[in-house]
């Protein structure tokens, strides 16, 4: 009985510490990072941003720095990204897309 008991504890101990060294060597492995862009060299891309009267009409302040990632047959924006350094411009052709549906 002493010994069914001795290696269910050691056997519990065993799993713990194994858990708790895989989520501390290895945290990347563990959760998933999208990466949303990928580097392209700046000559090939001219980013789109919002005009003053574009923010007003999507209720945001003129004083921000928004970037327009999508728009629609109109013109009209659909997607926009607040950007807060310069590192934050994407190429919105570089997305990935989230769904294994492409081309929607």
Do not use: H
């Not at 269910?8 to 713990?16: D, E, G, M, N, Y």
């Not at 990347?28 to 789109?48: G, H, I, M, Q, W």
């Not at 003129?62 to 950007?83: H, N, P």
């Amino acid at each position: 009985m002493k010994n069914k008991k001795l290696i269910i504890i050691v056997s519990a101990i065993a799993l713990i510490s194994i858990v708790a060294a895989v989520i501390i060597l290895k945290p990347s492995r563990l959760f998933y990072k999208s990466s949303e862009t990928v580097n392209v060299p700046a000559e090939n891309f001219t980013a789109d941003f919002l005009s003053p009267n574009e923010k007003q009409s999507l209720d945001i302040t003129t004083d921000l720095k928004v970037q327009a990632i999508k728009r629609d047959e109109q013109g009209e924006v659909m997607v926009y990204k607040i950007i807060r350094e310069d590192k934050d411009i994407i190429n919105p052709a570089n997305i990935k897309p989230i769904s294994p549906r492409v081309n929607q």
